[in-house]
């Protein structure tokens, strides 16, 4: 059973709608049993980072899913989920995230003309994906789709390795899919990036 | 860039989705499951649900048709219309909408956005401005669908938002609206040089060239449009060909 993460912070609502309707069963994990039971971990997150931590923390499932992650169980994280995977972030501060993907999050950058792009980043862009694409992205990846973005900070790893795909903001190239073996990233919101959004989730269900 | 985002605007009351012009006169147009569901298939990019009689009676019907909607169609969509406290954000959030447009309440306290914005992250905090003109330059910001007045300047009201931490503004021109004559170009000129946030036109769509002229008049991040696609006079996929034939990235 896939567990999606309930740890008051993300739109669960959608990604379950999401995954009833590609005919996906999953949990609401609400205790760290339940995330270190599930076969497949989804982790979303909307708003600030620190506040998502502190979620994380106050309900004690920072060791369950670094543990998950560690032995293999495929791990997905969504918009803020998947920057929490970083190793630490600028946002409001400075926070550290688990750590499973190595590499920092930070700000955006801003641009200097009339017709940069704005912050946040709002809308549909491609993916360009990092050749050569590896499975099961390569079934998805040479598709000209857009994924729909929605975020202020970006996540820049420190191996290119763990780059599957980036997008492009004011010349920055912040990452849009990471994998790291087990660990996956996506930093659009593939519940809300209509059917190719719905591709992409069952690629992530295809990974062992 | 991102693509330019083209958005369906349904304007619900109870159980229809109705349209009239400068947001008066309103005409049942059908139900609104069926429109969002015939405009996703169309290639939305996202959905626009303004509840407009929430904010003269107080309540949120609207949650159940987003609740409905929200099961078969996977793009963002933005709910609006009575929201006046954290819970009803979070119940909205709740139901599968992705962001909250607030106007009514941000007027009688700008702070709410700030609140909003803390608890929920800028990214689902969504301006809503009911633009009358008044002069050259010069816009009234209106509220409850254009009924009630409030004094204050569009220009002065983007600015202030926008430093309380929201995320877009959906602008609307109350002259154009409900016209299919033009975006109010001049307002979107000033209102987008005066925020760095995503601003998203709505009013006086009818076709290709309407869209064009207001992207060359200010940083436009999407459109929103209910005439043009309610009555069919262009459809959705249609309307997006045209944009591409120009030039514009679009997502088909």
């Known amino acids: 059973m896939i567990a999606v993460v309930d740890y008051g912070r993300g739109n669960l609502f959608s990604i379950g709608n999401a995954l009833r309707f590609l005919e996906i069963p999953y949990t609401l994990a609400e205790n760290p049993e339940q995330i270190l039971l599930a076969e497949r971990v989804l982790l979303p997150g909307v708003g600030a980072f620190g506040d998502a931590m502190n979620g994380l923390t ?9 543990e998950v992650a560690r032995r293999g169980t ?10 929490i995977l970083a190793e630490s972030s600028d946002e409001f501060g400075g926070h550290s995230g688990l750590g499973l993907i190595p590499g920092h999050v930070i700000r955006l950058p801003a641009g200097n003309a009339e017709d940069s792009e704005r912050i946040p980043n709002i809308g549909w862009r491609k993916l360009h ?18 994924v729909y973005f929605l975020h ?45 959004g719905l591709e992409l989730f069952r690629a992530f269900m295809s990974i062992r | 860039m991102p693509s330019l985002r083209i958005i369906p605007r349904l304007d619900v009351k109870g159980e229809n989705v109705v349209k009239g012009i400068h947001l008066e006169g309103l005409r049942v147009i059908g139900k609104p499951g069926d429109l969002a569901q015939r405009y996703y298939a169309d290639g939305a990019d996202e959905l626009i649900f303004m509840d407009i009689v929430a904010s003269l009676y107080g309540r949120n019907n609207i949650l159940s048709v987003v609740e409905a909607a929200a099961k078969n169609i996977f793009v963002p969509m933005t709910v609006g219309g009575g929201i006046r406290s954290l819970e009803d954000v979070k119940a909205v959030l709740r139901s599968g909408a992705d962001k909250v447009a607030i106007n009514t309440a941000a007027i009688a ?13 800028s990214q689902c905090v969504v301006l809503s401005v009911e633009a009358k003109r008044r002069g050259v330059g010069q816009w009234e910001a209106l509220t409850d669908n254009g009924r009630e007045r409030t004094g204050r300047e569009v220009l002065q009201w983007v600015e202030e938002a926008a430093s309380l931490g929201i995320g877009e503004v959906l602008l609307t021109s109350v002259d154009q609206e409900g016209t299919k004559k ?27 060239a309407d869209i064009e002229n207001g992207i060359n008049r200010g940083v436009l991040s999407g459109v929103a449009c209910a005439s043009i696609f309610h009555y069919g006079i262009l459809p959705l996929s249609a309307l997006k060909q045209g944009l591409r034939s120009l030039g514009r990235e679009v997502r088909l």
């Open chain 1, 74 to 83: 495929p791990l997905l994280g969504i918009c803020l989920g998947m920057q």
């Open chain 2, 182 to 208: 033009g975006l109010d170009l001049d307002l979107i000129a000033a209102v987008t040089r005066r925020v760095p946030v995503p601003v998203v036109a709505c009013g006086g769509v009818g076709g290709v």
């Open chain 1, 129 to 146: 994906f990092r050749s050569p694409v590896s499975e099961p992205f390569d079934a998805v990846g040479d598709q000209k789709q857009s």
């Open chain 2, 109 to 121: 306290r700008p702070q709410f956005l700030r609140e909003a914005a803390e608890a929920f992250g």
């Open chain 1, 58 to 66: 106050s309900r004690h499932f920072i060791e369950p899913l670094i």
């Open chain 1, 152 to 196: 202020s900070y970006g996540f820049f790893p420190a191996a290119a390795s763990d780059i599957v795909a980036t997008t492009s903001f004011n010349g920055a190239a912040p990452a849009a899919i990471v994998r790291r073996g087990n660990v996956v990233g996506y930093q659009f919101h593939p519940e809300k990036s209509g059917a190719y």
